[in-house]
C-alpha cells in the first residue's frame, strides 16, 4: 500500500464546510507541506493561498479554476493544479479521496 | 501544534459508513499502528481486533462497551479503551476528531 514516509503529521484536523470536507496537514520528508483529505458528496468553492496541486486518490469531482468557464472531470489516480491566491469551485460526484500539495 | 513526528502515513483512506467516519492510518516512531479519524454525528458500532486506546481530540460521544450497559460521555481530551475482540456502539453527538492507537 503506497505511504509517505518520515512525515510529521499534525495531530488535530482540519474541518472545513461542518465536516463534509476535512482533512489532515503534513510535511513530508522533503519539508513539502501537504494534506490528505476526504470531501463528501457536494459542491463547494476553495481559495488559494499557495498554488496546489490536488491529486485524486479515489472518488469523481468536476471542477472549474477561478476565471474559467469550463467544468473538468478528474477520477482516480489524476490531478489538477490551482494557481496561487486563486480559487476554484468542485462538485464531489462521490465521496472523494485526495492529496493536496502545496507549491512554494 | 501538537504533531506526530517520523511516522509513515498510509496515503489511502479508510471509509466507513459511506464517508461518515473516515480515517487515515499511520505507524509512529515507536512502530505502533494509529489512525486519525473524523466521525460526523450519528451512531454507529465497531468491533474490534486489536485492543484499542481512542482518544477524543475534539468532539463529544456516548459510548457503551459491548457487554455493558452504560453509556459514558466523553469530550475533547479524554479516551476510552476497548478491549480485543470486541465492539462498542458509539453516539457521536457533535463532529468528533479522533486518535486511536491500536494495543499489541
Redesign the interface.
Given at each position: 500500500?503506497?505511504?509517505?514516509?518520515?512525515?510529521?503529521?499534525?495531530?488535530?484536523?482540519n474541518?472545513y464546510f461542518?465536516?463534509n470536507v476535512?482533512s489532515?496537514s503534513?510535511v513530508d520528508e522533503n519539508g513539502e507541506s501537504k494534506s490528505?483529505g476526504?470531501m463528501?458528496v457536494g459542491e463547494y468553492k476553495f481559495g488559494t493561498n499557495a498554488a496546489e496541486l490536488m491529486e485524486i486518490?479515489?472518488g469523481e469531482v468536476e471542477v472549474r479554476l477561478d476565471g474559467s468557464q469550463e467544468w473538468k472531470t478528474y477520477g482516480a489516480n489524476s490531478s489538477f493544479s490551482v494557481p496561487a491566491n486563486s480559487s476554484f469551485d468542485i462538485k464531489v460526484k462521490t465521496?472523494t479521496?485526495y492529496?493536496c500539495s502545496y507549491i512554494k
Open positions: 500500500m503506497q505511504s509517505f514516509k518520515n512525515v510529521e503529521l499534525i495531530k488535530k484536523a474541518v461542518g465536516g476535512t489532515r503534513f490528505l476526504i463528501l486518490i479515489d465521496i479521496d492529496c
